[in-house]
């Protein structure tokens, strides 16, 4: 007898719930989002974050991408444009921290902002700042600088 394959049937919804969430005018804004929503770990190890924004720049919502070490943790392009696309987002704004306190973006860093704002584009989806946040509050803003 011949075993027949079923084939799973694929379903894609989207229900908004953001509404009333604050709108983001400027780096500052958007790290201070980050901050409120960041863990305890913010001193100890690097973590990558993403905020996804609507066309009005209008928060959608903010998801830890990833955790690493003290000295890096991994930015997964490709789960954050699969998020951004199934949140309907226009825009994404990127966030990890220094544990060190030293603001100026890596060689490493510097690529990753480069490789998402391209691949980002690709998607229609614009790649609005890459923040990096230290544990006593001061950023850089790639927009900004």
Same mark, same amino acid.
């Given at each position: 007898?011949?075993?027949?394959?079923?084939?799973?049937?694929?379903?894609?919804?989207?229900?908004?719930?953001?509404?009333?969430?604050?709108?983001?005018?400027?780096?500052?804004?958007?790290?201070?989002?980050?901050?409120? *929503?960041?863990?305890?770990?913010? &001193?100890?190890?690097?973590? +990558?974050?993403?905020?996804?924004? @609507?066309? !009005?720049?209008?928060? =959608?919502?903010?998801?830890?991408?990833?955790?690493?070490?003290?000295?890096?943790?991994?930015?997964?392009?490709?789960?954050?444009?699969?998020?951004?696309?199934?949140?309907?987002?226009?825009?994404?704004?990127?966030?990890?921290?220094?544990?060190?306190? *030293?603001?100026?973006?890596?060689? &490493?860093?510097?690529?990753? +902002?480069?490789?998402?704002?391209? @691949?980002? !584009?690709?998607?229609? =989806?614009?790649?609005?700042?890459?923040?990096?946040?230290?544990?006593?509050?001061?950023?850089?803003?790639?927009?900004?600088?």
């Amino acid at each position: 007898m011949k075993m027949i394959n079923v084939i799973n049937e694929i379903q894609v919804g989207y229900k908004p719930t953001f509404y009333g969430n604050p709108l983001v005018k400027n780096s500052k804004e958007a790290k201070e989002i980050f901050q409120q *929503n960041w863990d305890n770990e913010i &001193a100890f190890i690097e973590s +990558f974050y993403l905020m996804l924004l @609507s066309r !009005k720049n209008q928060v =959608i919502g903010v998801k830890k991408m990833s955790q690493g070490s003290i000295v890096g943790t991994i930015t997964p392009i490709r789960e954050i444009l699969a998020i951004a696309l199934k949140c309907n987002a226009v825009g994404i704004i990127t966030c990890h921290n220094h544990p060190s306190g *030293n603001l100026t973006p890596s060689t &490493a860093d510097k690529s990753t +902002f480069s490789k998402l704002r391209s @691949s980002a !584009k690709i998607m229609e =989806i614009e790649n609005i700042d890459n923040l990096i946040i230290s544990p006593d509050g001061t950023y850089y803003s790639e927009m900004d600088n």
